[in-house]
């Protein structure tokens, strides 16, 4: 592939930034999955409007991730162009303001405004993955979540054009944004307004630790998971201590299994293949509905077609 195309004046190289028949299992937390038919990392914003360009005059499907921490990707892979944002990581931090393109990790944006005394992000500490997966999830713990502190999110829709949407007329709610159901978007960037004083970084940083430590001890990084398989129902009880009450824990198909410490997480044992962890996860979400009568809904998203 050795076609260039121009944007803006600028020579874009597809070879630098995509490629073709991808394995998408190392770009995942599940370590699972098959293949992408083209992947694009841009680093750039002319990047991603060149493998926009080129999934446009394909007319190829994109589907976008950010650090996969929160997806199972089908073992029939995706057809299309799957565009990572992991290369989209610039950031500024000025006053009270902290701006940082979508691919950055929470870990990092964490560590950058703790660094600055900024208070707000250290509550979603231990949450792997990317800013805009993060918004795009509303990602929270705690009682807290990512769209608390939030001042803006610009976005590029897959016509190449880019927008911004003021925090606050952005509908966010529990594990959900509106970009889940825009299927034409990327967020590109993030601004957060955080509250900053010249002694939080000690006390951030307490918090940061304390939190990893808890989540080492629930088991969350024993294997490889994708956090919270479901979202908790309303109601008094949550969804894993549903899944426990099913007899879940420890229940194995292939190589996934549900958690000894967790019944709402699924983990890679081993070899585990996409499809083990989604019939694990529907057998689990049938026992709930014959026990509770709910239907639980996924929190993690399936990449791809699991028929
Ligand atoms: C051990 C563990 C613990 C976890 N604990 C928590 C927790 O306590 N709370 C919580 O909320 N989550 C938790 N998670 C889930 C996950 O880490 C978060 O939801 C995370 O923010 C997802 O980010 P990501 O970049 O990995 O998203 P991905 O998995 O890459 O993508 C998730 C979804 O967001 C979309 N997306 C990603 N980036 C963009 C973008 N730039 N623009 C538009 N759409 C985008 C994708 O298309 C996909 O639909 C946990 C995960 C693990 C592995």
Redesign the pocket.
Known sequence: MNNNVCYQGEKIKFDDIIEKNVNLSEF??FKTGGNAEFVATPGRFSELIAALKFAEERKLNI?????????LVSDKGIEGLVIR?KH?SRYSSRGNMFCCR??M??EKAIALTLEDGMEGLEY?S????????????????YGH??SEHLLYVD?VTFDGKTHRMGAQVIDFGY?YSP??DMKD????EVGFLLPKSQDFLKKGKDTQLALKHE?RNKG??DY?????VFKNPEGSLTAGQMLDKCNMKLQKIGDAMVSKKHAN?IVNTGHAKSSDIYKLALKGKDEVKKKFNVDLEF???L?GNFS
């Open positions: 995942t937390n589907t976008i991730m950010g650090d996969g921490s929160n997806t944002t989209l979508a691919g990790t929470l979603l231990g949450i792997q993955g990317s800013i805009g997966g993060a918004i795009a999830g509303n990602s929270g713990a979540s990512i976005y594990r970009f889940m978007c990327l967020i590109f989540r969350y990084y490889p998971s994708a956090g919270s997480l929190e993690i998203k990449l």
